[in-house]
């Protein structure tokens, strides 16, 4: 069965970075393109950006252009995201999720999130 | 940016019953349309892609339909797992996909 596992909840200080990881199983990791996406307490999810786990392809939202990094490593079938200065309202749970087809931006499986804190 | 505007807010109703919930575009997406279930503390699950496709896996009383900038969930009649929180959203245009501020149905 497909799982995606992440990795677990972080503190961060204002001006910091995050990086989370991601560990597919289930599937052919290369097979399909992973997003990431965040969503802050009490509001919608917001997309990140994707990577194409196998060219190592990415693309991100305008909004954290030159802040969100996303690599991969296909030894283990585990994507990373990489999200630097961080600021207050960057306080979110943080999900990788795989897209359903062909970069339809459907997203049909989610990992368990991670719980991003950034304070002082 | 396109803006999904959810409705009602909040939804009160109880097993059995009949549930519609609405998702409206600022502009048109044409079918590029999915819907969400979250319950708390867990990530949302797919339901219903391209509109009116039900994702695998999910129960035949979850029906999408809609076109253009007017979207609607129907549940057919509520089950006790189905109270959880509702999103739309949109895969037409850049950015990419956006997502509504979504939909609580609540036991009533």
């Known amino acids: 069965q497909v799982q995606l596992v992440q990795s677990g909840a972080e503190v961060k200080r204002p001006g910091a970075s995050l990086k989370v990881s991601c560990k597919a199983s289930g599937y052919t990791f290369t097979g399909y393109y992973m997003h990431w996406v965040r969503q802050a307490h009490g509001q919608g999810p917001e997309w990140l950006g994707w990577?194409?786990?196998?060219?190592?392809?990415?693309r991100s939202a305008q909004k954290f252009q030159g802040r969100v990094t996303m690599t991969r490593d296909t030894s283990i079938n585990t994507a990373y995201m990489e999200l630097s200065r961080l600021k207050s309202d960057d306080t979110a749970v943080y999900y990788c999720?795989?897209?359903?087809?062909?970069?339809?931006?459907?997203?049909?499986?989610w990992g368990q999130g991670t719980l991003l804190t950034v304070s002082s | 940016e396109i803006v999904l505007t959810q409705s009602p807010a909040t939804l009160s109703l109880s097993p059995g019953e009949r549930a519609t919930l609405s998702c409206r575009a600022s502009q048109s997406v044409s079918s590029y349309l999915a819907w969400y279930q979250q319950k708390p503390g867990q990530a949302p699950r797919l339901l219903i892609y391209?509109?009116?496709n039900r994702a695998t896996g999910i129960p035949a009383r979850f029906i999408g339909s809609g076109s253009g900038t007017a979207f609607t969930l129907t549940i057919s009649s509520l089950e006790a797992e189905d109270f959880a929180v509702y999103y739309c959203?949109?895969?037409?245009?850049?950015?990419?996909?956006?997502f509504g501020q979504g939909t609580k149905l609540e036991i009533k």
């Open positions: 990577i194409n786990p196998k060219s190592g392809d990415t």
């Open positions: 999720a795989r897209d359903r087809d062909r970069l339809d931006y459907y997203f049909d499986y």
């Open positions: 959203q949109q895969c037409s245009n850049w950015p990419p996909n956006t």
């Open positions: 391209d509109a009116s």
